[in-house]
């Protein structure tokens, strides 16, 4: 999904993670990090070969002509990147709804497209399909995969498998300051091993040195998810995820939610509200009363005299105390984190939905890391209520740790 190169975090994380560890979750059980295959096969390759013998040459020919095809490919879009809104920052960012037009053009020219945040199913996906089973199947098959990102550009990836022996080139497009697309990245090498997961996930893993911390994982979603749970994993569960709060990560329900971390959570609804992230700057000193009451009411069942008896508030001040997240109050790991996903809905007979929720990792290399479900009650005007999340008990399974934000001495 990604090229990863060796961060800071990486290099710590040899030095204090070091193997499999056990670990208590939100709930209090001890979970471990150490994954159960699921049943599936794996195609694995020898780790004893040398890490340059991974990589393949390119010749020439090839090179020109895969650059040439490349640029034709943005060429297609041109005219709906060049109407975009790019925003005002030095990094471009092109809107959700700009990415599915591109994705739609392409996909027009029969080209099979995703794009890297998984908001929208892969176009053309019966191609990849055909090419996964084709694998699995130890016949020899290739497939060219475009790969949308937010900056208006893409990867190229092309796979090709011979003998269960599956190989990959990467071809990263970019565009210049005169809006001409050109190829920015170009590489192509074996793949250390791969699997076709019973989800429709196509997991492969490149080589990297056993001496550097970093995951050398990618996740694709091959067979389409139900546009139903695509929509409510977007609606309800991705704008809240699993880094800076946790509402997903501890087990509770509207008779107890003291388990909520409430000081942190509140950004994630501040954006569900007002649509943008929250201004660092503007709650240096906390968040007042009223405004933290009004956002948390909103999601949660839950009053303003619980939230001043539950969460972290200032009687003098009338301020709910709040921290930015950075690097001192949140527990880093070379991991990173889970996104989640939806597989299954449940509409009660009180009006609720149960969502059943897994947390992909790609990072370790799993279309399953953990499951929960969250309960939520949608409201007449649009909004909804949270009243409730439940991590259920399977296997080995990883959760992440969370620290709160927020310390009383």
Known sequence: MKNKWVSLLGILGILLLGGCAERKSPSGEIVSETLTRREVEVVEYDDTVEQENYNLIIEPEEKQKIEKEAVQVALLYKTIYKAADKGESYNVVISE???????????????????????????????????????????????????????????????????????????????????????????????????????????????????????????????????????????????????????????????????????????????????????????????????????????????????????????????????VLGCANYTATPKGYPVPEVIDCIRNKDGSITLTVDALWEEYGTDCAFTHEVTIVPQSDGNFYYIGNSIQPKGNQIIPVYRNRIKID
């Open 97 to 323: 709804e700009i990415v599915e037009e591109i994705k739609e053009c392409l996909a027009r020219k029969n080209k099979v497209v995703i794009d890297n945040a998984g908001h929208f199913n892969m176009a053309n996906s019966k191609l990849a399909q055909v090419f996964c089973e084709a694998a699995l199947s130890g016949e020899e098959a290739e497939v060219t995969i475009y790969e949308l990102h937010r900056n208006g550009g893409y990867s190229r990836l092309d796979f090709h498998v011979k003998n269960k022996q599956m190989d990959l080139m990467v071809v990263s497009v970019g565009w210049n300051e005169s809006i001409e697309p050109q190829v920015t990245y170009m590489e192509k090498y074996q793949l250390k091993n791969w699997q076709y997961t019973d989800k429709g996930y196509l997991i492969y893993e490149r080589y990297f040195s056993p001496f550097i911390e970093c995951s050398g994982y990618s996740i694709l979603r091959v067979r389409p998810l139900k546009e139903e749970y695509l929509e409510l994993t977007n609606a309800y569960i991705r704008p809240i995820g699993y880094q800076g709060n946790n509402l997903f990560l501890a087990n509770w329900n509207k008779e107890d939610m003291t388990p909520i971390a409430f000081n942190d959570v509140f950004e994630y609804f501040y954006y569900l509200t007002k649509g943008e992230s929250i201004n660092v700057e503007r709650y240096k000193k906390g968040i007042p009363e009223l405004e933290f009451e009004t956002i948390l009411c909103t999601y949660l069942p839950i009053t303003g005299e619980e939230l001043k008896k539950f969460a972290y508030y200032d009687q003098q001040t009338k301020y709910y105390k709040w921290q």
